[in-house]
C-alpha cells in the first residue's frame, strides 16, 4: 500500500518496545525499532556489515552516551539508530530509513 510515497510495512500494533522486527521494504530487509527510551521509531538495515548476516533485528537496544544503539547479535559492534553509524569502527555504518506512524500503519519513505 503506498500513500504519497510513503510504504506500509506493519501496524503499529506488531511492534514490542525494544524488541526489533524485520520488514522487506523494496527487496531491502529493514530492522525497525521502538525503543522504550524514546518516543520515536528507528529504521535501519538488517544487514549486519560485519557478521555479513541479516540479524540486526536481533540487537539489543541501549545507549551509549547520547546516542541510542543497537549491538548487532553476532559480534556485539553498536550502531547509532539515528545515524547508522558503528560506533567501534567509523568504517562501516547501517543504512538508515525514514519512517512515521500513519493511521495506525508503520510506513517507510519509499
Request: glycine fraction near 8%; aromatic fraction near 8%; include cysteine.
Amino acid at each position: 500500500m503506498t500513500t504519497n510515497n510513503w510504504i506500509t510495512v506493519c501496524n503499529e500494533s506488531d511492534l514490542t518496545a525494544d524488541t526489533g522486527l524485520c520488514a522487506l521494504h523494496n527487496g531491502e530487509q529493514v530492522a525497525i525499532f521502538k525503543p522504550a527510551l524514546a518516543d520515536e521509531l528507528y529504521a535501519v538495515s538488517n544487514f549486519d556489515p560485519f557478521g555479513k548476516a541479516n540479524v540486526m533485528s536481533r540487537g539489543i537496544l541501549g545507549s551509549i552516551g547520547e546516542s541510542l544503539v543497537v549491538a548487532s547479535p553476532l559480534y556485539k559492534q553498536h550502531f547509532d539508530l539515528k545515524t547508522g553509524a558503528c560506533l567501534e569502527d567509523d568504517s562501516e555504518s547501517l543504512k538508515t530509513y525514514q519512517i512515521r506512524i500513519e493511521a495506525g500503519q508503520v510506513q517507510l519513505l519509499a
